[in-house]
């Protein structure tokens, strides 16, 4: 018999009694902390703020963390908030939450509801919500935070909690690392994040392996041409048909350039130009979002369209210092790479706490997510960002069977069940950091 087979099983059981042993230690706790966390959470909800605006937000989550005696640094990146919980020599974990709402008019009848509004950067009133979910993202995190600090005789290592701005605009976490996060604060072993899901029962969690959002860029192309009078189109050169030139050849990037086997979505989400019927206008405006995966079809995308806007104009008989002009947004998102053995070992940790019935595997999406550049510096740290049910099941269930899509994220109607989703997002977390940084 193989002497190191008895050893080997002991320490399995071990692995999987400790597991065992925790979750009603954990399940307590949360429980304990609900009301709570509840009060935070609709108070996040009912004071949302826009991307770079997070001031009120991040002053309540660095209280919230100050209050657990966890070291607190305010205003990295912007109002990106560092919070630092060191517990002996061990791993160091990040776990992220972002912070910024969006400017969308609540429809939910929520008693909680936001009727917050401000000014956007162009001087517009505008209504507030926290629409994409960050306001539970964050209440998770708090929620980890208590009850990692009070198990820390069952942990060992170091957890550095942060607050994110300006995810909306894909620019936070380009801010933070800019700032420092991995140099002046302990540099991270691995990287986590939740992110509600708009389709998934309470309950449970969705997971993607390898790549899981999509680069994201926005370019804008003012198309030229010489404006005239609408009876006489021979005396000038039209960009309104230029452009819807140039929209429709656009289409075949996707069907006729690309890897049938590499994704990729070119979508031409506004077009503006002219003023009066019989007014052949000087330019149009058109706008853009570029969707992919590889940064090499990234590049292939914003090349090919430069080339197509280019050599159209010249076809219609512009001069070369006429040509389209081709901008790209400097707020591009990188694709979110879930590292492989990173989400194969949390969703067996999953797995054991909440039973593989919870764990539903999910498609890569073409969403966009900043949270991937937490992996692509120089040191390329292991990151995985998961998904929480949010949605009653039953509404779940009713929907599949009437054939309805439920309120997606961002609009103006979704709604997380609190009480189940704080207190699945919380004791995920809380055991995914367990399991990466726990006393075996």
Not at 59 to 83: D, H, M, P, S, Y
Not at 125 to 146: F, I, K, Q
Not at 333 to 348: C, G, I, S
Request: proline share 7%; hydrophobic share 40%.
């Amino acid at each position: 018999m193989n002497r190191c087979l008895p050893a080997i099983l002991l320490g399995v059981c071990l692995l999987f009694t400790t597991g065992a042993a925790l979750r009603p230690q954990v399940q307590s706790r949360v429980d304990a902390e609900y009301a709570s966390l509840f009060e935070f959470y609709k108070d996040l909800h009912m004071h949302p703020e826009l991307s770079f605006h997070e001031e009120r937000t991040s002053k309540q989550l660095a209280g919230q963390l100050r209050a657990l005696g966890i070291e607190v640094t305010e205003n990295v990146g912007g109002f990106g908030v560092v919070g630092v919980l060191r517990n002996g020599n061990g791993p160091v974990v990040l776990v992220r939450a972002d912070m910024d709402a969006l400017p969308v008019q609540e429809q939910t009848g929520l008693p909680y509801a936001s009727k917050a509004t401000t000014k956007n950067e162009h001087g517009h009133d505008v209504p507030l919500m926290h629409a994409c979910g960050h306001d539970m993202h964050v209440t998770c995190l708090v929620g980890a935070a208590r009850v990692l600090t009070a198990m820390k005789d069952r942990w060992q290592g170091t957890i550095v909690f942060i607050g994110q701005p300006a995810e909306e605009r894909v620019a936070g976490a380009r801010k933070m690392i800019a700032d420092g996060l991995f140099t002046r604060f302990p540099k991270p072993d691995f990287c986590l994040a939740l992110h509600v899901s708009s389709d998934l029962p309470t309950g449970t969690l969705g997971y993607t392996e390898g790549f899981a959002l999509a680069n994201s860029d926005s370019m804008d192309i003012v198309v030229y041409g010489a404006g005239g009078h609408g009876a006489m189109p021979h005396k000038t050169k039209d960009p309104v048909v230029l452009a819807s030139q140039i929209v429709l050849a656009l289409q075949t990037i996707v069907s006729r350039e690309i890897d049938p086997t590499e994704p990729a979505v070119v979508t031409v989400g506004s077009i503006h130009g002219g003023s009066k019927h019989n007014i052949i206008p000087d330019e149009v405006k058109l706008q853009l979002t570029l969707r992919s995966y590889s940064d090499a079809v990234r590049e292939q995308q914003i090349a090919t369209i430069k080339r197509i806007t280019r050599n159209l104009a010249l076809a219609a008989g512009l001069p070369a210092d006429r040509a389209p002009k081709v901008t790209v947004a400097p707020e591009g998102a990188k694709a979110t790479y879930n590292d492989p053995p990173l989400t194969q070992r949390l969703v067996r940790t999953f797995g054991e706490w909440f039973g593989k019935d919870a764990l539903k595997p999910r498609k890569p999406m073409m969403g966009a997510e900043d949270f991937g550049l937490y992996g692509r510096t120089t040191d390329k740290i292991p990151i995985c960002i998961f998904w929480l049910g949010s949605v009653n099941p039953k509404r779940v269930a009713e929907a599949e069977r009437a054939g309805e899509p439920l309120p997606s994220l961002h609009s103006p109607l979704y709604a997380p069940v609190p009480e189940p989703t704080i207190k699945m997002g919380v004791t995920a977390m809380t055991a995914a950091v367990l399991d990466l940084l726990g006393k075996r």
